[in-house]
């Protein structure tokens, strides 16, 4: 038996800090998860600084995913059918062994996700946004006789993806907005991540890019044509990189580049401590949510999994084998009109989900 999300949600429910979910926020965050397919893991994103009790959700799509799969009568359904070709070919890329052999750019896609703004009761689920987050950190290739021969480099796939995403002839000025952001990526660097939220923002693309030595990122941005405060993400980035092990840049991509860019912090080694520290210092987290977030930092356990059997009306507790792993990334946004601010994302991942 698959656990649901709702079922995972209230697995973790003893995590649930009231100094990061309000009883408000739950009660949302379970109207919502009780509609939603299941998922291979759960994020939970939670504003750090004072008087923000929202708390939104993102979920892993099953690897066999396809959109008759979800209830005919929800809006959701609806919402997602423009991205059905998108969906089924990440399945056929998934469990067809042709596939496998010759690679795809849907091959090169690791995981799909969709993130909801998690405002009110979900009366009717909100309009998702759709992110791929990717696997091809390099070109797309394959090997014939020991021959290894390039079907795409790294930037044509990114390309080939977004015009999926965005599925219409987009304005040229994003086009040539994208072009340039791809062009202009520092030798090491990979985009791992592509996002559109059309409910947010029509016509707009996110990237997530990793592997930016710290010292480049305000100089790729410059070069792209953001228009923020260069000196004062300088002075953000090297405050964060003795404190983090990672720092990976995400930005959206519109008719221009977004004046609100991610510095999403990855922590290994790292201490946690001393990063909250800072944040707290700097008034992007409160000291109670700094406390709530160390009790999720980075564990694995074997737990026993809660169930809710409607029909006997009564709750179980149900054995099982895998490891329940409680992950966690902060970003911090910089954007020159506001102050600076952060957000905990709070993973939830088992086998089972």
Known sequence: MNASLLDSLRYAEARFSADLFTPHALS???????????????????????????????????????IDKLDKSTLLQLQLCKYQKIFDSFSCSRSNTFSQLIPNIYSSIEDIWLEFDVIGGASNIPMPAIGLHLNQIGDLSNSIFGQKQTLLTHKELVNRLVEDLLEQDYPTILKTNIQKCIELLPAEATIIFLGVASSRQANAVRFIINKIPPIQISTYLLNVGWAGDINDLQTQIIGLSDLVDNI????????????????????????????????????MCTPAKSKALLGWTGIAE????????????????????????????????????????????????????
Request: charged letters at 20%; one cysteine or more.
């Open 302 to 353: 074997e737990a026993s999994h809660y169930i809710n059997n409607i029909e006997q009306k009564t709750h179980v507790y149900k054995k099982f084998e895998n490891l329940i792993r409680f992950g966690l990334s902060v970003k911090v946004t910089i954007d020159s009109s506001k102050p600076l601010s952060a957000k905990g994302y709070l993973g939830l991942w088992n086998d089972i989900i």
């Open 248 to 283: 990976v840049l995400s930005f959206n991509i519109a008719h221009i580049i977004s004046p609100q860019i991610g510095l999403e912090c990855y922590l290994v080694v790292k201490e946690w401590q001393h990063f909250l520290n800072y944040l707290v210092m700097n008034g």
């Open 28 to 66: 949302n965050l379970y109207d919502l998860a009780a509609k939603l397919p299941s998922s291979r893991g759960a994020v939970l994103e939670c504003r750090l600084e004072d008087q923000e009790p929202r708390v939104d959700l993102s979920i892993c799509l099953p690897t066999d995913f396809t």
